[in-house]
T-cell receptor, first 116, second 113 residues
Framework: GAVVSQHPSWVICKSGTSVKIECRSL??????MFWYRQFPKQSLMLMAT?????????EQGVEKDKFLINHASLTLSTLTVTSAHPEDSSFYIC????????????FGPGTRLLVL | RKEVEQDPGPFNVPEGATVAFNCTYS??????FFWYRQDCRKEPKLLMS???SGNEDGRFTAQLNRASQYISLLIRDSKLSDSATYLC??????????????FGTGTRLQVFP
């Protein structure tokens, strides 16, 4: 199946710093990628849809200025958590949908963020 | 009401047992339905799509009941390796984008020897 990678797999940072997470589709081009967040014992929540060459679409309640998304190429989307705080500690997962595949999304392995 | 609801479990079953999970969804116009599997601290992986006529993949059978707005997953002959969290996932109707997925909180299955 299609492969999606994420980097880094985990990160620990101090409160107030910014953290960038990369999501890459390794063997296909993705015009659309998705960013999710999952808190312990909770469901994956879609944060935003990343569109290649245009602005991301954010879900209600997600701050655009705090979670910056850049989808500069057909194989790479980045999520930057700006001025991270302890409440931003979570499991961040990206996904991508291969072309001509109607429904399935392939997920990256996720990035665990811990803000101290 | 949550868009997708699941019993969180855990369901503790012995190897070889048959176990079934249900999931309910709130929007009757939802388009597509899936079961994903998520291992601890890992990403979700697609287990199977759920079709109106029901579908089977080896030991796994998925059913959809649109009238009652629920989806089920049946696992026969449980293996230790089936231990995971099973996520019910729904594709909502317009005006939401067609590739958006809404996840349930998952049902945890623990298979013991």
């Amino acid at each position: 199946g299609a492969v999606v990678s994420q980097h880094p797999s985990w990160v620990i940072c101090k409160s107030g710093t910014s953290v960038k997470i990369e999501c890459r589709s390794l063997d296909f081009q993705a015009t659309t990628m998705f960013w999710y967040r999952q808190f312990p014992k909770q469901s994956l929540m879609l944060m935003a849809t990343s569109n290649e060459g245009s602005k991301a679409t954010y879900e209600q309640g997600v701050e655009k200025d705090k979670f910056l998304i850049n989808h500069a190429s057909l194989t790479l989307s980045t999520l930057t958590v700006t001025s991270a705080h302890p409440e931003d500690s979570s499991f961040y997962i990206c996904s991508a949908r291969p072309p001509r595949v109607k429904e399935t999304q392939y997920f990256g392995p996720g990035t665990r963020l811990l803000v101290l | 009401r949550k868009e997708v609801e699941q019993d969180p479990g855990p369901f503790n079953v012995p190897e070889g047992a048959t176990v079934a999970f249900n999931c309910t969804y709130s929007n009757s116009a939802s388009q597509s339905f899936f079961w994903y599997r998520q291992d601890c601290r890992k990403e979700p992986k697609l287990l199977m799509s759920v079709y109106s006529s029901g579908n089977e993949d080896g030991r796994f059978t998925a059913q959809l009941n649109r009238a009652s707005q629920y989806i089920s997953l049946l696992i026969r002959d449980s293996k230790l390796s089936d231990s995971a969290t099973y996520l019910c996932v729904v594709n909502p109707p317009p005006p939401q984008r067609p590739d958006k997925l809404i996840f349930g909180t998952g049902t945890r299955l623990q298979v013991f020897p």
